[in-house]
């Protein structure tokens, strides 16, 4: 990445717009097709699906209900009804197969609003960085599940910015909007990727059930890399990247098997060496630069003490 330059320049240079965006373009396809699949009811009286992010009715036949809440009405000690415990388990069996996180990149409403003020940051320069551990998710997870066992409630649905911003989007509610906001400027304002990256406990929850998922980036063409950073600058979890492109001393394999990835396929996107592309989890081999058609660029700097300051820098935020 050039300076001044956006992250990704290079790669649609040298490999065309639609190469250094598709994965992109198909993520807000998604995103917004399954908006649109839900307003296409109430707007127009096609009613493919009816529901929410929460519980839904596809074709009037398939029950699809979110695990996450489903979790939480179990720690209420309420029992659900069977088609909720069903639905539960088609979207479980789901995303333990294409990646747990697959839904906060390609599903979950707020990934707009994160994006939105991840890409002003970078145009703005903006570089605060709260130090807050990327843990602190899956104890919010723990204190979620505490609250409803506690309350007899759904009390984190009340203000949890996925579900608000579903509401936002379809009721224009006040509060929901606020809800909106503050993780915008959060993102914004406070730290790299704060919200999905290290608080939110629907990632969390999502991540532990992709944790064995079939579907893996690749770092298969990693000894391509010529240490321009562009994929650490736009992946949302970037420590999960290191020990696939930059282990192979260590014997780490070219799989990127963190299950914080969120299969966003952005770092495929935005680097011009084609180090990466998506692979089964059982798929090891590497791919030569003259496969890839990459141009070998053999950075002499590589595995230097700046290089892997700059990596640890990217993986902080900073
Ligand atoms: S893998 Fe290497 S060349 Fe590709 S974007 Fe990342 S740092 Fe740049
Ligand atoms: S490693 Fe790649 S696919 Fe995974 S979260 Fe980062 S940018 Fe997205």
């Known amino acids: 990445m050039k300076s001044g330059e956006m992250p990704g320049a290079e790669a649609a240079r040298e490999l065309g717009w639609w190469r250094a965006h598709r994965w992109l373009v198909l993520r807000r396809i998604s995103q917004f097709g399954i908006l649109g699949l839900f307003l296409l009811g109430p707007w127009a009286g096609i009613w493919i699906v009816k529901g929410n992010l929460t519980s839904s009715l596809l074709l009037e036949t398939v029950p699809l209900t979110d695990p996450f809440v489903l979790l939480q009405v179990l720690f209420t000690r309420h029992l659900p009804e069977t088609t909720a415990l069903l639905g539960a388990a088609i979207v479980l069996v789901f995303y333990a197969l ?36 990327r843990r602190t998710r899956y104890w919010l997870l723990g204190v979620v599940m505490l609250l409803a066992a506690v309350t007899g409630s759904l009390a984190w649905e009340l203000v949890n910015p996925v579900s608000m911003t579903h509401r936002a989007i379809f009721f224009g509610v006040g509060m929901a909007w606020a809800v909106v906001l503050m993780v915008f400027l959060l993102d914004l304002l406070v730290s790299r990727h704060l919200w999905c990256g290290h608080l939110c406990p629907m990632g969390a929850f999502y991540s532990l059930v992709g944790s064995r998922s079939l579907i893996r980036v ?5 000894d391509c890399c010529n240490d321009c950073m562009d994929c650490f600058a736009v992946c949302p979890e970037p420590q999960v990247i290191r020990p696939a ?4 001393e260590r014997g780490h394999g070219p799989l990127i098997l963190d299950s914080d990835c969120t299969n966003c396929g952005r770092c495929i996107d935005v680097c011009s060496r084609q ?24 950075d002499d700097k590589r595995g230097s003490t700046a290089v892997n300051t700059r990596h640890a820098n990217m993986e902080a935020g900073r």
Do not use: M, Q
Request: aromatic letters at 10%.
């Open 245 to 248: 492109l930059k282990g192979a």
């Open 275 to 298: 180090v990466f592309d998506f692979r089964s989890r059982f798929d090891s081999r590497v791919t030569s630069c003259s496969e890839t058609g990459a141009v070998p660029d053999f």
């Open 218 to 222: 690749s770092a298969h063409a990693r």
């Open 98 to 133: 294409v990646g747990g996180r697959v839904y906060c990149a390609w599903v979950c409403p707020v990934n707009l609003v994160t994006d939105l003020a991840h890409w002003l940051r970078l145009r703005l320069g903006l570089r605060s960085n709260a130090r807050i551990s």
